[in-house]
Nanobody
Framework: QVQVVESGGGLVQAGGSLRLSCAASGSGFSIDAMAWSREAPGKQRELVAAVTSGGSTNYADFVKGRFTISRDNAKNTVYLQMSSLMPEDTAVYYC?????????????WGQGTQVTVSS
């Protein structure tokens, strides 16, 4: 079993910055892709950014140039550096980890961390 725990959310003013962290723990697994998604009230969950095990990244258009995803493979941790935050970035941010156990890959989600951007 793999546990995924996010941290770093909070309240910030528009134009400010936050860094989210997400750590995967457990035993007997290796990590493939890691990603961040978000879910705002009344909206569907949407992908924000993802990073492969090799370090390739992709971003949703609405965060390009403002958010940066990175990972520390030694720590099984992924980060989301968010800058130039806007009120419309307010959402619960979820981390997901694709973990390979034996010959299978499973996706694990964290519990989410609230990000609130005030105007």
């Amino acid at each position: 079993q793999v546990q995924v725990v996010e941290s770093g959310g909070g309240l910030v003013q528009a134009g400010g910055s936050l860094r989210l962290s997400c750590a995967a723990s457990g035993s007997g697994f290796s990590i493939d892709a890691m990603a961040w998604s978000r879910e705002a009230p009344g909206k569907q969950r949407e992908l924000v950014a993802a990073v492969t095990s090799g370090g390739s990244t992709n971003y949703a258009d609405f965060v390009k140039g403002r958010f940066t995803i990175s990972r520390d493979n030694a720590k099984n941790t992924v980060y989301l550096q968010m800058s130039s935050l806007m009120p419309e970035d307010t959402a619960v941010y979820y981390c997901n980890v694709d973990a390979r156990l034996g010959s299978h890959t499973y996706r694990y989600w964290g519990q989410g961390t609230q990000v609130t951007v005030s105007s």
